[in-house]
């Protein structure tokens, strides 16, 4: 329901019933699920008796159904200012289970959120075009420590993906989720259908991280920024493990770029897996911890993709055209048939210490340091953790 700046909010009493249902302490979502297939709708949850409260929910659940929730009007007036006042160029709205908006892929997952707050482009929210497209929608989640290469094959991935009419979907975190959403962005649209959604572990009158306040106002204006959480809820660690469903849930498949082995972008694959959605994952040096997520991916069956038609033709059967360059397969091509600078091949695409360099070259650590520092400069290799080097691949 999308809320317009002339409305009085406090009339809106859908809005307010599903407020107040999502805000009950300690109701849950299954309760409240069973309660709105008991009454029918949120508004109708107050209109049953006590004792239809409590065969859907135990007696403290049905206690706390009686009484408006702590700082009710609070609550209720920041909604009520957040629907009115969008930023210029957008628009936000509330989507409940039932709405014509509500992602159906979403109710086929297990847990499927009661409420879903979201912020997309004006034009988009006013129409009645479906603001959550699927099946043509993948999950890019990863490291928020990636490499270098990490950071540049998930940004380029998304973009090739985004311009063959993939939406991206991830969890505007450090790292492998803002390099999707921004590679991602870069593609071209209409501005009727997102290039990218954001799925927030907070209310949508904050962004976290604040290094991402920019990026999140550029995914309200080409996508969507969406969140199951009430306005004013913080970054709580909690939450983010809990998003991971809808950023699974929303997706037909999952890609994992960088992961290591206790990342939570395993937990979101794991997720895909058991809502029936496809897993993949991109492989990288066997001596990089943040690779050992995405090779314990593959070895339980996901997916390998070195390139952009790996995901689409399982997910679309299509391959890119013939003419369209991906330059996310230069992640694994190795480009010698351009001329090269001998360091680089020396190099290869593993990271390699400087000892290591030395007894490859022969140079001494003066000249090589000097060649090193060229590279870098020119943004073809990355200096690394604990005085390692790897050489980086842009399409």
């Known amino acids: ?3 317009s700046a002339t409305q009085d909010f406090h009339h809106d009493a859908e809005s307010m019933a599903w407020l107040r249902l999502l805000l009950t302490p300690g109701l849950g979502r299954s309760a409240a699920r069973r309660l709105l297939a008991r009454a029918g709708g949120a508004q109708q949850i107050w209109q049953l008796p006590a004792a239809a409260w409590r065969e859907c929910a135990t007696e403290a659940q049905a206690q706390a159904l009686a009484a408006l929730p702590p700082d009710w009007q609070r609550h209720s007036d920041a909604l009520g200012r957040w629907l009115a006042e ?13 709405h014509p908006q509500y992602p159906p892929a979403l109710l086929e997952t297990a847990d499927p959120p009661l409420l879903l707050f979201v912020q997309g482009p004006e034009a988009l929210l006013a129409s009645d075009l479906a603001w959550f497209p699927y099946p043509n929608t993948l999950a890019m989640v990863g490291s928020r420590n990636p490499s270098a290469q990490g950071r540049i094959n998930a940004k380029e991935m998304a973009r090739a993906l985004a311009e063959q009419g993939l939406c991206i979907v991830s969890g505007l975190a450090l790292g492998i989720d803002a390099a999707a959403h921004e590679g991602a962005l870069q593609a071209a649209g209409d501005g009727l259908r997102p290039n990218t959604i954001a799925v927030v572990g907070t209310g949508l009158d904050q962004v976290y991280p604040r290094a991402h306040l920019a990026l999140a106002r550029q995914i309200a204006l080409h996508g969507l920024v969406v969140s199951e959480y009430p306005l004013g809820s913080e970054p709580l660690p909690r939450h983010f493990p ?7 849930g929303l997706s037909q498949g999952t890609l994992v ?7 939570g972008s395993l937990i979101t694959a794991r997720l895909a897996g058991e809502q029936g959605r496809e897993v993949f994952a991109i492989p990288g040096s066997i001596h990089a911890p943040q690779s050992r997520g995405c090779h314990a991916l593959l070895r339980q069956g996901a997916k390998l993709v070195e390139t952009a038609a790996d995901v689409l033709e399982e997910l679309q059967g299509l391959q890119p055209p013939a003419t369209h360059a991906d330059p996310a397969s230069e992640t694994i091509k190795n480009k010698m048939t351009r ?11 593993d990271p390699q210490s400087l000892d290591t360099l030395i007894a490859l070259t022969g140079w001494d650590a003066a000249h090589l340091q000097a060649q090193l520092m060229e590279l870098e400069l020119d943004g ?11 050489r980086l691949v842009r399409g």
Do not use: C, D, K
């Open 1 to 3: 329901m999308v809320q």
């Open 86 to 98: 969008p930023a210029p160029g957008t628009a936000h709205a509330l989507v409940p289970l039932g």
């Open 242 to 248: 809990q998003r991971n469903r809808i950023i699974s």
């Open 257 to 263: 770029v960088e992961a290591a082995l206790q990342s």
């Open 339 to 349: 001329e090269e600078p001998a360091l680089l091949q020396t190099l290869g695409y």
């Open 380 to 390: 073809q290799v990355a200096r690394l953790p604990g005085g390692m080097y790897q």
